[in-house]
């Protein structure tokens, strides 16, 4: 099923690099945000996931994120979270580029993990920045105050219009153009400029490979496209990678 091409690159590669998104998480019990199942078809982006939103009514978002939290509390890594992590013993160099929020990545052991669009276990004010974790947030009023400076708290969480944390997207362009192997993993591509990097890898020499249920915008630059779901998969690709290696 995994061409000879794919395997020994893999084994022949010093930096192998994987950009994930929502669909890594599908399996766990997370939504994604497109397609027919998506968040995107029942809640309106513009209304939730962009600070004039928010601004507008802190309180609709908040109930948002608060029922989001509630789903990840109650989900666990998945077998292609898990496989990516166990990836780290065979290689020295993997780093994960997620778009996700949900911290699956972590939870499963992936050691090196950049967020590119926050991370839904923080927050912080919008007016001196304090950080501040939900166990001390006090819910009254259904939008949380900071405790410092009585300014709004905001989940730390990248929206629409907004710029990507920028020491996580300086470095994950560096491991981008380091990787011989790219993986992609479960995102649709659309949403830049995350979407930006398995071609950024390819241009600078990386075997592109896309792991995704359906062919995206990006299936056209992939050097090798394996549909399926990624919690099949890639446990699948980490056993035939690890038999190699120990041949
Ligand atoms: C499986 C599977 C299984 C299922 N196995 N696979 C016009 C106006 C303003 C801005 C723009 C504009 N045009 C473009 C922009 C820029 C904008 C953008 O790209 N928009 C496009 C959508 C058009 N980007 C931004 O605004 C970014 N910032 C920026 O550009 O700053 C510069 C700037 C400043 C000022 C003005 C303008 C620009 C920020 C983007 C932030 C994105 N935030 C979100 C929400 C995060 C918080 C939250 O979760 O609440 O991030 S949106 C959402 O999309 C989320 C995701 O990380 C992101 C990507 O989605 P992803 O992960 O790809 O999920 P899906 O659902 O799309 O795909 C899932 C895939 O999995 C599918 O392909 C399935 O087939 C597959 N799948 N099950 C394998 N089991």
């Known amino acids: 099923m995994f061409s000879e091409k794919l395997i020994s690159t893999l084994r022949g590669a010093e930096h192998i690099t994987v950009f994930t998104g929502a669909g890594i998480s599908a399996e766990s019990g997370v939504p994604t945000f497109r397609g027919d199942d998506g968040l995107w078809k029942k809640f309106k982006p513009e209304e939730?996931?962009?600070?004039?939103?928010?601004?507008?009514?802190?309180?609709?978002v908040w109930e948002w994120y608060r029922y989001r939290k509630q789903?990840?509390?109650?989900?666990?890594?998945?077998?292609?979270?898990?496989?990516?992590?166990?990836?780290?013993?065979?290689?020295?160099?993997?780093?994960?580029?997620?778009?996700?929020?949900?911290?699956?990545?972590?939870?499963?052991?992936?050691?090196?993990?950049?967020?590119?669009?926050?991370?839904?276990?923080?927050?912080?004010?919008?007016?001196?920045?304090?950080?501040?974790?939900d166990e001390v947030m006090s819910w009254l009023g259904r939008a949380p105050l900071c405790p410092s400076c009585h300014g709004l708290i905001r989940p730390d969480v990248v929206w629409f219009g907004e710029l990507l944390p920028v020491d996580q997207?300086?470095?994950?362009?560096?491991?981008?153009?380091?990787?011989?192997?790219?993986?992609?993993?479960?995102?649709?591509?659309?949403?830049?400029p995350a979407a930006s990097l398995p071609t950024i890898a390819k241009n600078a020499g990386a075997y592109l490979l896309e792991i995704n249920t359906e062919r995206t915008d990006l299936s056209w630059h992939a050097d090798e496209i394996l549909l399926g779901k990624s919690g099949d998969i890639l446990p699948r690709l980490l056993q035939s990678y690890q038999s190699v290696v120990h041949q």
Request: glycine share 4%; charged share 15%; with cysteine.
């Open 169 to 192: 997207w300086n470095k994950s362009i560096a491991v981008a153009e380091a990787a011989d192997v790219f993986f992609s993993v479960g995102t649709s591509a659309v949403v830049y």
């Open 71 to 133: 789903v990840l509390a109650n989900v666990k890594p998945n077998a292609g979270h898990y496989a990516l992590a166990d990836m780290e013993q065979l290689h020295k160099n993997v780093v994960v580029i997620t778009q996700n929020i949900d911290n699956l990545h972590q939870r499963a052991g992936s050691t090196k993990v950049y967020e590119l669009h926050g991370n839904i276990n923080r927050n912080y004010c919008i007016d001196c920045g304090l950080s501040i974790t």
């Open 48 to 60: 939730l996931a962009n600070f004039d939103a928010f601004i507008r009514n802190p309180k609709l």
